[in-house]
């Protein structure tokens, strides 16, 4: 809740709903999931985050905002979880057949991590962000990350260290519809602004709608594609 960009943007209203809802709206279409929790930390100011989980019903655990590795970690703990998938907050449009492919090709391959998000060769926009891990790979992470900016950024390690697991890519379909530069997530207020206009074109016809929805709504809108195409993604 105390981003620097956006403030409060997990609780920002579209259609008379908090955006933190529609993201786990969507996860709850994914069919390879026992559960979903919200994991924020401790902090009063994370409280409305807790809240809303609450009166929800959803899975909630709170640890240290500061060590969100940990946090990530006490989660899946909690929840004797053998695999679990992250997703982040910042991303309240996931597309749910999109999760089930990644968990998908995962448990066929073997591996011990796969994701879509390395770099945007892989041809997925930002807000369709997937990293499915077992929970091997968390405990390593968890007992041998612990320099800060680890952390922070869950998974940095898994992208800037060797590790010991087997790691594969997912990448889109060749000849995919959507364009990979769309900036789907929610950082800063532009940001904001088109998400809500996907939802509320989109979801009130269909709730499950997917990313090749998303697609062709911008492309028929093309002023609407690039209300965020100014904002430059944070570095880590």
């Known amino acids: 809740m105390d981003s620097r960009r956006l403030p409060g943007k997990a609780m920002l209203s579209v259609l008379g709903r908090p955006l933190i809802a529609y993201l786990f709206e969507r996860i709850s279409y994914v069919r390879g999931l026992d ?4 994991a924020t930390s401790v902090a009063d100011s994370d409280d409305p985050l ?50 089930d492919e990644v968990i998908e090709f995962a448990e066929f391959s073997g591996a011990y991590v796969a994701r879509n998000i390395i770099d945007r060769t892989l041809g997925f926009p930002r807000g369709m962000d997937v990293e499915y891990m077992t929970f091997e790979v968390l405990g390593w992470l968890n007992r041998n990350c612990t320099e800060g900016s680890y952390r922070e950024h869950v998974t940095l390690a898994l992208y800037k260290e060797d590790t010991p697991f087997h790691v594969r890519e997912y990448s889109a379909p060749e000849g995919a519809s959507w364009d990979p530069h769309w900036r789907l997530c929610v950082d800063e207020q532009p940001d904001f602004e088109l998400v809500k206009r996907i939802i509320q074109e989109l979801h009130p016809q269909n709730p499950q709608f ?23 993604q944070k570095e880590v």
């Not at 959803?58 to 998938?85: C, H, M, N, P, T």
């Not at 907050?89 to 999760?99: E, K």
């Not at 997917?210 to 430059?232: C, E, G, Q, W």
């Open 50 to 99: 807790a809240d809303f989980a609450k009166s929800e019903g959803i899975s909630l655990y709170r640890g240290s905002k500061q060590d969100v590795l940990g946090r990530f970690y006490g989660a899946a703990s909690e929840a004797s979880a053998d695999a679990l998938v992250r997703i982040s907050g910042d991303c309240p449009l996931i597309d749910p057949q999109l999760v």
């Open 35 to 38: 559960d979903a929790i919200l």
């Open 210 to 232: 997917t990313l090749d929805d998303i697609s062709d709504f911008l492309k028929k809108n093309p002023h609407i594609a690039a209300i965020n195409a100014a904002v430059r």
